[in-house]
């Protein structure tokens, strides 16, 4: 079956459209009401939009044309524009298609109906050029292809590291630091991570923390600690941190909570470069809050740099606004997105 989506300003355009295309054997499947956004969302254009096929119906009854007849009420026949080679009959017997479910007049809402087995269009194998966009025809304007042809331009401009590697390919367990600036939710991304690999990869976590400028900190990484059952080390100096890592050696992975530091605070900055050099870490992770404008994450992304970064996290995704800036410093970095957070649960809100 020949399906084709057609969209005008009106529904007799839109007929018309139909018409030229299929011809005589036009059968509508659904109508619906777009709008159309145009200069940011300000201004909206409406059209009417078709999805029609080409092929014979069944033929109706006279009571079947009896019940469907109020259906359609609010289609004028004697306002109807007529094109050459077009009929009234055959603009009412393309509304009286058993497919058909149309908009009634007072109503904003969007109706469809659904057609049972419809085959979906197909998807490009190659992108789509985005200048190309505005030249294609309705049908080829298709949501699903959209989305498809979005995915595959981020995946040219952006990096994605995925999770942590635990393949077993190092004799001791994985040490991963999470860096990053005051305030983006380092201890609570922590517990997060914990919460995933010990409750759903039934991996073995241990915390160890440095975090003793923060009033508060240690107390709620024990909590989180308590809470999933992880051992954790507490370091009050510098040389006590390779102790702790032997303390927890038996782990699969070991999750190092940093002091929040000031990206321009360049003391600060080399004590957390010899904080990660004596635990010997395999992974040091930058976290960002996703709220932050493009330049503010792209001074700390380079000021973090040197200490040997192997991941993006990204934080508080569920109070960003808009995701433009996020998307200008990941084009701009190339750097691999790891992880990122969505909410407050421990246990649910981060992914892959």
Do not use: C
Request: charged share 25%; aromatic share 8%; hydrophobic share 40%.
């Amino acid at each position: 079956m020949n399906i084709k989506t057609f969209r005008a300003a009106d529904l007799q355009e839109a007929l018309g459209l139909v018409f030229a295309e299929f011809g005589e054997n036009a059968r509508v499947m659904h109508t619906r009401q777009v709008d159309e956004p145009r200069l940011f969302g300000l201004l909206r254009r409406r059209f009417v939009e078709i999805t029609a096929a080409e092929g014979s119906a069944p033929a109706a009854t006279s009571e079947d044309q009896t019940e469907r007849t109020p259906a359609f009420s609010s289609v004028n026949k004697s306002t109807t524009r007529t094109r050459p080679g077009r009929s009234d009959d055959f603009v009412q017997n393309l509304l009286e298609s058993p497919y058909e479910s149309v908009l009634p007049a007072r109503e904003p809402a969007i109706l469809r109906t659904e057609i049972p087995s419809m085959p979906e269009p197909p998807l490009p194998r190659n992108p789509v050029p985005l200048g190309l966009w505005r030249r294609f025809e309705p049908d080829e304007l298709n949501p699903t292809v959209l989305q498809r042809n979005l995915l595959i331009r981020f995946g040219e401009f952006l990096r994605f590291g995925g999770p942590l590697d635990l393949s077993g390919s190092k004799s001791g367990p994985l040490i991963a630091a999470l860096v990053g600036p005051t305030g983006v939710g380092k201890t609570s991304t922590l517990a997060k991570l914990a919460a995933h690999y010990r409750l759903r990869e039934f991996k073995q976590v241990g915390f160890l923390t440095v975090d003793l400028f923060r009033l508060g900190a240690t107390d709620q990484l024990r909590k989180y600690a308590e809470m999933l059952d992880v051992p954790l080390e507490i370091v009050s100096e510098m040389y006590r941190v390779k102790t702790a890592i032997s303390r927890l050696k038996d782990r699969h992975v070991i999750l190092i909570d940093t002091p929040g530091t000031n990206p321009k605070n360049v003391a600060k900055m080399q004590m957390l470069g010899t904080l990660l050099d004596a635990a010997g870490v395999d992974e040091v992770h930058l976290l960002l809050p996703a709220t932050s404008s493009a330049a503010v994450m792209d001074d700390a992304f380079k000021r973090f740099r040197p200490l040997g970064l192997t991941g993006l996290t990204l934080t508080k995704l569920d109070e960003t606004v808009g995701l433009a800036d996020l998307y200008r410093f990941l084009k701009a970095n190339e750097f691999p997105l790891r992880f990122y957070s969505t909410g407050q649960n421990i246990t649910e809100d981060i992914e892959v």
